[in-house]
């Protein structure tokens, strides 16, 4: 299954609050959850981190499960968001600011299951590979020794390693190469994780394999709109088979 994620920011004029309610009240329910092929779908608001200053990269992350490439085709060629969810993004989206990312999920820590309204709290971290590492000496490298040092980490409930598909390298580099997800129970605990001596270890685990320039954090809150369990989907060529 691809697990898509879509990095946004506010249109000018429109404040991170606003932008972030417009997403999950309309944006999402009225338009982009009508898109047919799209099997789950959750909206993450951007949580400022105390001491954060200046404008972040982006308020806001769409993560979007397709089951395959040809549903996901599908999917931008459906009136749903030809005529739907692509003519509302510039409502509230700064559409040149957006980046997007299909990955493979590799579940690390499994952790409790996924229900909606848990109210806990999810760390986004993105990252790209060290310049000269090759891509699969990454991932194995991210998947392996690295993620055992993560999983150490306090107060983790959940952590999941999504990695940038064979495609996005095919005419030239991705932008990024992995979005990590880590689960905690609130606020709270993701800041006494970060405080603690095991963050350290990650931390300087980093820079044996990916560009610090490039690392960038984001903690989330999640708004289920679709799922967590996946909803049904009649492709033309099943119902023709």
Known sequence: MIH?????????????AE????WVEVHAVQYASKI?????????????LPGESGAPLWCGVAEIWLENEKEQLESLQSKEFLQGARLDEPNWAAFWRTVVLDTTTHVLLPGPAETRDIGRAKLL???????GLPLEGFRSYC??????????????RRYRQGHVRDNFYAVGEAVLDCVEQLWFDSVEAV????????QDIVNADYRLFA???????MLVQEHWIIGPEPRQYASLGAASS
């Open 4 to 16: 898509q994620f879509i990095f946004a920011y506010p249109r000018p004029g429109m404040t991170e």
């Open 19 to 22: 932008f972030q309610r417009y």
């Open 36 to 48: 047919p092929q799209i099997r789950k779908y959750l909206v993450d608001t951007r949580v400022a």
């Open 125 to 131: 971290i993105l990252l790209k590979r060290k310049e």
């Open 143 to 156: 998947l392996g020794a690295h993620a055992v040092k993560v999983m150490e980490l306090p107060g983790l």
């Open 191 to 198: 800041l006494a994780a970060q405080r603690s001596v095991q």
């Open 211 to 217: 560009e610090e320039r490039y690392i960038h954090k």
